[in-house]
């Protein structure tokens, strides 16, 4: 293990889509959605600390959620656990990280990665990362992994890159989540892949990039270096995140700088972004029914029901259907209502309150 190379897991996202099971307490990343005995986040820890030290290992999350990590990762140190004030989108979740690792080690490279995705193939994404790091080591690149797609997925963002024979291929456009026709267009030409959201650069690098494409995120953040690792780190970094302004490292740098390169990986993803996504890796019945042993399904299929263990379903005559308990709220939808849950989710706080979302 390097001990230059360090790991940060944002932490930080609500999971709306995901709803009921996933709230503004107690987001996806902090739930065993896979039904394996460790959450989203733990997985992904223990997925860096194999090839990453444990003690570079950071993760970046809202201070509402400073229990719930200590309570899952209980090998990570004070200084490890990075807590935003306010949601502030990605932007200034990578900027903190970066600033506050480069104040210790200037040669750091970083790998960036939501805490809330699945990979099927472990020593394939091990060996991917290590790529990625080395090349990131040695070049100036920003890089990201991209997914070959196998469908017209509008939820995803999508990258199109320059074929040749190099291993890290160069960008040449980044589309934020198309229209249907446009995605079946992208799946056809062949040179689009999507953006998993999983980067790796050096902290130089990416300073750099904030210097000249965030400059006013890079000010409040370089202001910090006398601070982070300190005991007034956490009262600057309130102050900070008051300046901040809300934006995605994807949109603020990623689709404006020309240093941008893509590393294609087949490593069995998923963003596990919504109940249709979590229905294609759940073990399914002869009926492509997911469901716990818990749960009938009679005269229907492709089903996902996620519901607790001590309670007895039964569905009937339901086909493509989501059955979602969670703390006495139950949801019965169409399974790829992704929309449709949104707005499900903004009435029911309107007309029954916040502390069923």
């Known amino acids: 293990m390097k001990t230059n190379q360090y790991v940060v897991i944002m932490a930080g996202g609500t999971g709306t889509r995901l709803w009921p099971v996933s709230t503004t307490a107690k987001p996806k990343q902090f739930h065993d959605l896979l039904g394996v005995g460790k959450s989203l986040l733990r997985m992904t820890y223990e997925r860096f600390a194999s090839q990453i030290p444990s003690e570079n290992i950071y993760i970046v999350t809202n201070e509402a959620y400073d229990d719930l990590v200590k309570e899952q990762l209980p090998e990570l140190g004070e200084q490890q656990i990075l807590l935003e004030p306010n949601k502030r989108n990605t932007a200034p979740c990578v900027a903190y990280a970066a600033y506050k690792i480069a104040s210790k080690d200037p040669e750091a490279t970083m790998v960036v990665a939501p805490a809330d995705h699945l990979i099927l193939k472990e020593d394939a994404f091990q060996h991917t990362i290590s790529v990625a790091l080395d090349h990131a080591e040695k070049e100036d690149t920003l890089i990201t992994l991209g997914m070959h797609p196998n469908r017209p997925e509008t939820g995803y963002g999508y990258i199109q890159y320059i074929p040749d024979s190099s291993v890290v291929k160069k960008v040449k456009t980044f589309t934020e989540k198309p229209e249907l026709d446009l995605a079946k267009k992208f799946l056809e030409s062949g040179d689009f892949v999507w953006n998993a959201g999983i980067f790796i650069w050096s902290a130089k690098s990416i300073i750099s990039a904030f210097e000249q494409y965030l400059p006013d995120l890079s000010e409040i953040f370089s202001e910090g270096m006398e601070h982070y690792y300190k005991g007034n780190e956490r009262l ?113 706080k309107q007309k029954k309150g916040e502390q069923y979302i």
Not at 297 to 318: A, E, P, T
């Open 236 to 348: 600057f970094i309130n102050k900070a995140y008051t300046q901040c302004t809300s934006i995605s490292i994807d949109f603020g740098i990623m689709e404006k700088a020309e240093n941008v390169y893509v590393l294609l990986a087949d490593i069995g993803w998923s963003d596990l972004g919504n109940w249709e996504s979590l229905h294609e890796i759940r073990q399914k019945d002869e009926s492509d029914n997911a469901k716990p042993d818990n749960a009938l399904c009679f005269n229907g299929k492709g089903n996902i029901i996620n519901i607790d263990q001590s309670k007895l379903v039964v569905v009937d005559g339901l086909s493509d259907y989501l059955v979602a308990e969670e703390d006495g709220v139950i949801l019965i939808c169409r399974k790829n209502a992704e929309k449709e849950i949104r707005e499900i989710v903004n009435s029911v």
